[in-house]
Every structure is written in C-alpha cells, then in structure tokens.
C-alpha cells in the first residue's frame, strides 16, 4: 500500500496501473537476452547520440554534475540501462524499481559490482531513513502519474538526498508534439503496452518549492531526439524497429546541434540548500 496521504482514487488508479503496464513489459523483456550492451563504447554513443538514451545520459551525467564516489539512487531504473554507467564511473548506486524483472536485468548488466544493490521498491514509499543519498535521478517515470503523484515521488526523492545533494527528474515535456500524436496513433493498434503518459508543462512549477530550501532549475531539450518515437508507428517485429532504430540514429545525427532546444524530455532538477548556503543567502537580502 502507498503512503497515499493526499492521493486520491485517480491518482492511485495511475500508480497501479503503470506498476501493472511495467512489470508485464519488463516480464516479457526479461525472457530475452539484456535490451543493452553496459558501457557502450564511447563511439556507439557518438553514433547513437540523437538517441532517448543518449540524450538522457548527458543529461543527467550532466546534471547530477559528473559524480563519482557519490551514494545515487535511481527511483523507476527500469533494466539499469543509466545506473550501470554511474557503477562503471565507481558511484555506489541503488537500482530501485516496483518491476523485479527490470531489477533482474540490472543486475545482470552490473555483473557482480560490488558498488550496487537492487531493491524493489516503490518510489511513493522510498524504504530509507534520513538523507542518505548524494543523488537522486529518474526518467519517464514520474509523467505516468497524475500532478498530486508527481508531487508526492518528488517529495520522497527530495527527502532521502543530502542537503546540498540534488534530484534530477526527467519527464516528457509538454511541447513535445510527436510524442502525443504517436501515442496516440500506437494506443488504437495495441503498439503501446505502457498506458498513461502525459508531458509536463512545468514540473519546477507544479513543486512550488521554497527559494529558502531549495535552488531549482528547469528546461526542455531534444527537439530532434522526439522523433525517435516514430518506431511506434513502424508495424512489425522487434528486428524491424532495430534498422528504424539504426536509420534514425544516422539519418539524424548531422542535426544533433538541434537537441539543444525543446522537445523530448523536460529536465527539473533540485538542490537541497546547505545551512551555510542559505546563512550566505540571508546576509546578502540584508546588504
Ligand atoms: C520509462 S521506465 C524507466 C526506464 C529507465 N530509465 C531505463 O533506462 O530503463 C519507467 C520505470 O518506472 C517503473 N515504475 C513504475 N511505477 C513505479 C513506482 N511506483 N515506483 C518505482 N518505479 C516505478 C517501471 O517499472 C519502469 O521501469
């Protein structure tokens, strides 16, 4: 059961379904050798650039402001494709997902790391005490939920990470316009196994944090990388969307200049202000 303090039936509706969506997928995925090769060499991810993947990645490395030796935790990892990349970079990292399929590929793909550790768990009702983590990340988790589900996993994340440590949240932006259309093109012909997804305006604005606690940050990227989601569109089986995978990945990549500006994802992250921060804050309102 969630905390499901102000959810109310709709919201937990979404959460249950899209914990139902994921596990069936991640059941099905898992049957199947690893989706992903670990530590893709530094020219498959130059070729792959327009990519989702890709573009998440500098994203978040970005973001997460290149950590190395920090305690992270991904909320919804998924298979781990991003986490492996934070255990290759020597991070102590949490794959936490509601899928324990999902979990079973990521542990695979860490291959024994002892700088990992798997938990199923989900985000409303993250099972740590106090503020434990340097980093906490996700991406296209938190648009499967309503404005009130989203507020509450941010709320759970922000409470785990270290002051001075950040969450970094990627979703569906709003301005996306392939991404609803394809959506729904692919839901009439049962070619999307996902359920709700909806693009975020504003998560930055839907947290409504105080300036006092928390420095936050918001913009839209990957205006070229959307169209990745035109595979959905392409019939046919999972080799099919591999070459529409590899056409895209070529076709594009001359125009990754592009991704610079909205898009694909909406990138939201939060600091947790230090002590000290907001002294030095106070003082400079006062001069
Ligand atoms: C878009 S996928 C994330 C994919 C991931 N970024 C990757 O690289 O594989 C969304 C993930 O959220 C997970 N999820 C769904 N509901 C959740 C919940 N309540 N708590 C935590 N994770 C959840 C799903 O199982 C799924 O793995």
Redesign the pocket.
Known sequence: MEKASSLNADDQAL?RA??TN??RH?DQVAKGPLPYRPGASGFKQFLRQCGGVELAWRLVLKEMDWPQGLRILE????????SVRFVIRGNQVIF????QS?LECARKACSGAKNAAFIQA???DLPFKGEGFDRAF????LD?FSTAGRQQASGEMLRIVKPHGRVVVLTNDARSFIHPLVMRFALKRGRWPFGFKEGVRSLQTELNLSSKEFSVWEYGQGLISQFEFLHYLVPGRREVHKIFSRLFFIVSLPFSLLNKFPGQYLVTVVEKIRIAQQQHISEQHKT
């Open positions: 959460i899209s914990k994921w596990s991640w909320a919804g990892c998924g298979t781990g494709e991003l936490m997902d509601t899928s999902a989900s985000i409303f996700n991406v296209g988790v499967h």
